[in-house]
């Protein structure tokens, strides 16, 4: 693969959207001397484009535009799963790609990730494809215990999903999810969720992170723990099947694979982000390379960075309803404050998030 930086530094990353994952990757790549180009429908004064060293704003079927982005940098990533693919497919025939469009075909439908884990010998929650109000009965049926029905694809932070009982108005659920590609999944009673992550370079080695462990509420990622405290088989089992799904898409760059620790002690797949994760946020100061950098490192070809935990650290989620703590926070000490420059402070909107040292 050739590469966006040299050793000196002078390659420039394209990154596709404007939020603070973008953002975040741009300040890594700043602090090793790449320049990046952040391309999206509203670029200009965006978390990413704030930071970034060029932006274009523009649709993502603005084929002329993406021509012209493309050709500004040395390689593209994405900091969100759901670029359409005619759109990696323009900007891989002139630069370089990553993730890669297996990855992102996988990761951006939720049948399609099951489908690829359990292939893998990876177990998943059960699930059933859902088409129609008359697929929805059949499954419930079948499974006639608890669910959540979800829309494949364009869900984030617990939108476009409806839990559902035995004895519940399937009708109604189906038209809350409001889509005929959907996905009917049992609820798992969990001990607890983690997620992996790895980087994987163009040469297929592979580099872990510490696990993490994840608390949500409303869908919505609150709180992560890390290095996540749980049995070393389980942390094992967790890494080696984030590399069997990273192998099986030919991934360049980040893969994060999301899991619960059901009740009965088993590691089920939930699903996978091939881009940065918010449950490993901690690693911007509680890794020798953050997430981030690792990222910046492999697309410039500059070999992976260590990832050993400095100590135990907890990352907490600012959302809109939690801005007026921001003052109180600004002065707490052992407090690592991120804002990502949003304007508008709604509910439920990622607005922040804060990272403390728990110890050794
Ligand atoms: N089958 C399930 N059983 C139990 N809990 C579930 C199940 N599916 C989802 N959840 C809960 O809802 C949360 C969000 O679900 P999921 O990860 O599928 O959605 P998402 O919208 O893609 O979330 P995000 O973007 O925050 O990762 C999970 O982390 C978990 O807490
Ligand atoms: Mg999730």
Redesign the pocket.
């Known amino acids: 693969m050739t590469t966006a930086g040299t050793q000196s530094g002078t390659g420039r990353i394209g990154i596709l959207g404007s939020g603070q994952l973008g953002r975040m990757i741009a300040i890594a790549a700043a602090q090793l001397g790449i320049d990046t180009h952040v391309y999206a429908p509203d670029a200009d004064g965006s978390p990413a484009g704030a930071v970034a060293t060029t932006t274009t704003t523009a649709s993502y079927e603005d084929i002329e535009s993406l021509r012209r982005f493309a050709a500004d940098v040395d390689v593209v990533t994405s900091e969100f799963e759901n670029v359409p693919a005619a759109t990696m497919q323009v900007i891989g025939e002139i630069c370089l790609a990553s993730p890669g469009v297996a990855a992102l075909q996988a990761a951006q439908h939720r049948i399609a990730e099951k489908t690829l884990a359990a292939g893998l010998g990876i177990a998943t929650?059960r699930f059933w494809q859902v088409g129609s109000l008359a697929d929805l009965s059949v499954a419930m049926k079948a499974l006639d215990a608890p669910a959540?029905l979800?829309t494949c694809r364009l869900?984030?932070?617990?939108?476009g999903?409806v839990r559902i009982s035995p004895g519940d108005d399937l009708g109604n659920a189906l038209a809350e999810v409001g889509s005929d590609d959907a996905i009917l999944?049992?609820?798992?009673g969990?001990d607890g969720?983690i997620s992996a992550l790895l980087a994987r370079d163009a040469d297929g080695h592979i580099m872990h992170f510490p696990v993490s462990q994840n608390r949500?509420e409303n869908?919505?990622?609150v709180r992560t723990v890390a290095p996540a405290p749980i049995v070393p088989a389980l942390e094992e089992a967790a890494r080696t099947a984030a590399a069997a799904l990273a192998e099986a898409v030919n991934l360049v760059g980040l893969l994060a694979v999301?899991f619960?620790v059901a009740t009965d002690g088993r590691l089920l797949f939930?699903?996978m982000a091939p881009r940065p994760h918010n449950s490993f946020h901690w690693t911007i100061e509680g890794c020798a390379t953050s997430q981030f950098a690792q990222l910046a490192r492999v697309l410039a070809g500059l070999g992976f960075g260590d990832t050993t935990p400095y100590g135990r650290w907890q990352m907490d989620n600012l959302l809109g309803q939690h801005m007026k703590d921001v003052p109180a926070l600004l002065s707490e000490a052992g407090t690592h404050l991120h804002l990502y420059g949003k304007p508008e402070a709604r509910q439920d909107r990622k607005m922040g998030h804060v990272t403390r040292r728990l110890g050794d």
């Open positions: 929650p959540i979800k869900g984030y932070d617990g939108k999903q999944e049992e609820m798992i969990f969720e949500h869908g919505i990622l999301e619960f939930n699903e």
